[in-house]
């Protein structure tokens, strides 16, 4: 190792996204010397492209809007969404430390008043924060608490002295860490390789999220012995149009709004009120692989301009809203077989109006909650949309502290990691906003850990 100071500290964090921000803007507080290594030539990684969307319970913005809400039902939906596959111990553990989170977001002035029910949520739990701000204000108070930050390094492979991780190699430098290395290099979506090897019914997805996002801190921890969780329930999202691009996430999920799916063939499929994950599993086994979400007037009135995944005037703007004054030429513009969109829409209507069971037992327009609307009034919109592979909840294998463990269960000394590369809280399926969450908290949670670990040294006063 290098014996440049800069280059000897007390933590090293890999990846600058919100869990590696909030692990060093926590650990810089704490009074730690850390550096935080990014692969790109700036931060954020999949956390500033997200939606913003948090999923907290027992908050101002919820009592405000008259939610009835507890960390126990939260932690009941988790499970539930989670379909058994789950590891209740990390769930536990973020609805224990959920408070940390909130706090963070309140000292960065993130909060908006929205919110909502979404996938995987018995009540409305879905929290938009303005993540620019958020991330914005962990970075800036982590360099001025002495952090520094490394762009454009990706680090390469962790350094093991025979007993614990004391640092890391990155394409430039050799960092030496005394008390701890925190993994927090996102998923692997970015990653053809990873995605045949660890989920093949998902590679027709559209590859997205980070660009740095290609499983740099899986592969590390794994040569290590790392064991991993939830890997093969890995989904990709449906809601993009197929030419969404870096700069700008074009995702709608007007099906949460009433809207149908219809398939290139004018069929429903699905459940249009099931998690998104479980939509873009059914949706990349359709002909062509895509959705359209058709509605009718009532439905795009519900339109949330501004608001991620609701906002239909940004989707008109980009020319991506298909118009129609009758469910004919609506039809007809998108491709579909004639009389099949009508038929389709009829059977549902039938449905709604409770004259028959709807045929994929929807009975609610997201998770069961919310009354259904016929598709009934002009003009008829179309949105048509694929799966694309936004993030890979699944990854290595952790205890409630953020400690990687090996394949036996044994924890790995000095080797930490939080988000979305690490595996076991999301199970089978997805919690709208449980990613942003568990990368701010158990970011968090690994810088308190390793301050507690023994290992600390704080090496400047503050
Ligand atoms: C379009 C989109 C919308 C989303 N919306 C939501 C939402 O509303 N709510 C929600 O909960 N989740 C959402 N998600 C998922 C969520 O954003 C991510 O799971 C979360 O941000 C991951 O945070 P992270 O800190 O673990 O990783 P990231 O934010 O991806 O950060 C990882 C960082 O590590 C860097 N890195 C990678 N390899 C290396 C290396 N070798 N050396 C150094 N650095 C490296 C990357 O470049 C990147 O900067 C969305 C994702 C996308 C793509």
Redesign the pocket.
Known sequence: MTTHDAHHVDAVV???????LAATYRLAERGARVAL????DR?????????????LSGTAVQRRAGVDDTSDTFLADMVESGGGFADEKLLRRLVEREGHAIETIERARAWTDELKVSAGMRVARAHLVRIPELLAFLEQQATQHGATVWRAN???SLAWDGSRVVGVR?EHAEFHARAGVVL????FSRSQELIELFVPNQSGAMP???A???G??LRMAWMLGAGFADIGHVGGTYGQHAETTDEE?E?LTANYLGAILVDADGDRFTDESASYKILGTAVLKRPQRLAHQIFDAVVRARSRPGV?LSDMERIDELGHLVRAPTLIDLEEKLGIPPGRLVRTVDAYNEGVAGRRDDSFGRTGLVNGVGALVPIATAPFFAYSAVTAL??TYGGLSVTPDTAVTRVDGTRIEGLYA????VGGFHGASYM??????K?LVFGIEAAHTIAGSGHLVVSRSN
């Open positions: 890999v990846g600058g996204g919100l869990a590696g290594v990014e692969k790109r931060l954020g990684g999949s956390s500033a492209m997200s939606g913003g969307w948090f999923a990706a680090a390469t990155t927090t290099t996102g998923g997205y999220g980070g740095g996002n290609s740099d801190g996430h995702l991620p936004t993030s939080a988000g979305e590369l709208t906003g449980t990613a942003l969450t990368a």
